[in-house]
């Protein structure tokens, strides 16, 4: 089934997401921001292996460029992260008694879960091959960081877990459709530029640098273009 590897992801995200709603309830404030910002750094330095691991599966360096250059413009045009993040402002006020900073939460997990190479592979593999050992370790993963965004944070890194099946499961499907046009070069492309930008969300999780990286989310998808004609 296509979407069995997204179906697994997001209940991951509900599953940690919930125990982290109990945890913040029973602990009152959560988990101890100490504890919860040093496994976050973890995530964040795992983050930094998978896309330095993934980050020359390209070769062709002009795909790279113009597809950062040309997603970034596209993306403040449309201003994707602005409404995202009103998206979550929206979610905060209808559910401001859920505790914990909604959107925030929201933003924070959605970026996580929705960004990088693990993403766009896992539901090409899911859609091209019907296979979905990625999102299953990726499943993992973002079931560890929705408890700890749920714990500190409240109901909003449980939010995230409709993004997360809209998106990868989106992904996925249309993985399905285009599959005669998507070869392994433009696979490889697309993983280097979803591989800088999972760099690129790394920094923020270790508190290195903040990026409007939701911005530059269609440059992922511009190789299957410029794959075409370079």
């Known amino acids: 089934m296509i979407l069995t590897g997204t179906l697994v992801n997001a209940a991951g995200v509900l599953a940690g997401g919930g125990v982290g709603l109990v945890l913040h ?76 900073s909604f959107a925030q939460g929201f933003l924070s997990a959605t970026l996580l879960f929705c960004v990088g190479t693990m993403t766009i592979t896992g539901s090409l593999e899911s859609g091209l091959l019907q296979q979905h050992s990625i999102l299953y370790a990726k499943a993992t993963m973002d079931t560890i960081a929705a408890l700890i965004f749920a714990s500190s944070l409240g109901m909003g890194g449980l939010f995230s877990s409709v993004p997360v099946l809209f998106y990868q499961g989106g992904i996925a499907l249309l993985a399905s459709v285009a599959k005669p046009y998507l070869g392994d070069a433009v696979i490889a492309e697309m993983n280097t530029v979803g ?24 440059a992922m998808f511009l190789p299957i273009l410029f794959c075409t004609f370079l």
């Open 25 to 100: 309830k029973l602990m009152h404030r959560g988990i101890p921001e100490r504890y919860s910002a040093l496994v976050m750094k973890g995530i964040g330095l795992c983050t930094v292996y998978i896309a330095f691991s993934h980050l020359l599966d390209g070769s062709k360096t002009l795909v790279t460029i113009l597809s950062m250059v040309l997603g970034a413009i596209i993306g403040e045009w449309l201003d994707l992260d602005g409404k995202l993040k009103r998206l979550g402002e929206v979610l905060e006020r209808k559910l401001s008694k859920s505790g914990g």
């Open 195 to 218: 591989s800088l930008l999972l760099f690129g969300l790394s920094l923020d999780l270790l508190d290195i640098k903040h990026l409007p990286l939701m911005n530059y989310l269609p």
